[in-house]
């Protein structure tokens, strides 16, 4: 969709009143919303402001339907060592994919010379997709899990 | 249990010089026996308990060492978690560990005249065994380390409990060596003692006093060693560690390797 596309549709929101339009087609995913502002002191006239556009980029899902990060909060390993989803061999993993988690709750471990080192969510919200597999090795900053902040 | 509360500043001789910041105030907590003083700890570390609480038991039913290894713990040995917030960066937690390996060593060949060694990162050693660990547990928000829970088990007697061949043939105990093992509280006391200046030391960064303080005691200087690592076995001649709490490895070709993250798995 090209630049002149976008103006015809904020055009046509404005004319309709329409507040909100989503458009799909293809890979593009387009979002507008559109503000009215508050009546300026004295002038008691309308102003109709123009169309914003919230959302404009890359598809937030993959032609695969699989997720992307874009609009996840991403959980990076702070330290390098090695990941792991349970506090013991056996044990339940703290957590799995489709979970809700709030915010202080125990995502993993990353062991690091002896120090088992919990990491903490900081967000309330849904674990979209654990990027690492139980015991293998992480780098500083590596992501680790992806969470849908709630 | 039981709780008391005591000042330990700086009470090495070799004192850091310079140094201001907040002493390390104790508050003991004694248990007959639990199932572990880390998940103890970390219980108390909810109800927001201050820095410098120190669980001790008397015995632990579900000692654990490195990610749920056992650590066999019967009446006689030292078992004590310090609960503490440190004020450094996230990179730098596993200087806590060779912190507190290193207030174990100084302490214990202090009470036994002993010559007493770390294998990297943190297994205490006496005679060619192991006598003491560390296990820290810690929670990390982001990059914000929320707390560390240090726990140390020594291997003081065994209390006429049996043990394996196996674990005879690697551990030690206090009570075996010539002389007289401390009890278990002069011990916790010589401990606690020491690491306060050891951990004042890495609160204000004084890398270069740790680090060489932990290379005059290492097992591991100087030896040629072949460590397992995520890239496969490595080897090479120790040549101490680095910074970051990292095992340097000097290898055939003159390259320095920084070990990370792995397991020993031979020496000589």
Known sequence: ?150 | MFCSKINLLNGCDDEPRGIQTAPLRLSLKWYDEVTSTNEVAKELMGDEVEEGTVVIAKQQTAGRGRYANEWFSPEGGLYFTVALRPRITVRHIPLLAIAVALAIADSIELSMLSTTQIKWPNDIYVSGKKVGGVLIDTSISGEKINYALAGIGVNVSRGGEEVSPLVRKRAIWLSDLVGCAPQPTELLTAILGSFTTWYQRLQVMDLNAIIDAFNRRSLLMGREIQAQTKDGIVSGKCTGISEQGALLLRNSNGDVLEVMEGTICSWS
């Not at chain 1, 339907?65 to 702070?78: H, N, Q, R």
């Not at chain 1, 061999?89 to 489709?98: D, K, L, M, Q, R």
């Not at chain 1, 088992?116 to 015991?135: C, H, R, T």
């Open chain 1, 1 to 150: 969709m090209d630049i002149e596309s976008i103006k015809q549709l904020m055009q046509l929101m404005a004319s309709c009143k329409v507040s909100e339009l989503e458009y799909e087609a293809g890979d593009m995913r387009l979002k507008l919303r559109r503000f009215e502002a508050a009546p300026q002191t004295g002038s008691g006239a309308l102003q109709i402001v123009q169309p914003e556009i919230v959302s404009l980029g890359e598809p937030t899902a993959t032609s695969s339907g699989e997720p992307s990060e874009a609009d996840y909060a991403i959980v990076k390993s702070p330290i390098v060592g090695t990941f792991y989803r349970a506090p013991a061999p056996a044990a339940e993993p703290f957590v799995s994919t489709g979970d809700y988690v709030s915010k202080g709750k125990t995502l993993c471990i990353v062991e690091a010379m002896k120090v088992m080192n919990e990491i903490e969510s900081d967000f309330d919200g849904k674990v979209i997709k654990i990027l690492i597999n139980d015991a293998q090795p992480v780098e500083y900053g590596q992501p680790l899990m992806w969470i849908e902040p709630s």
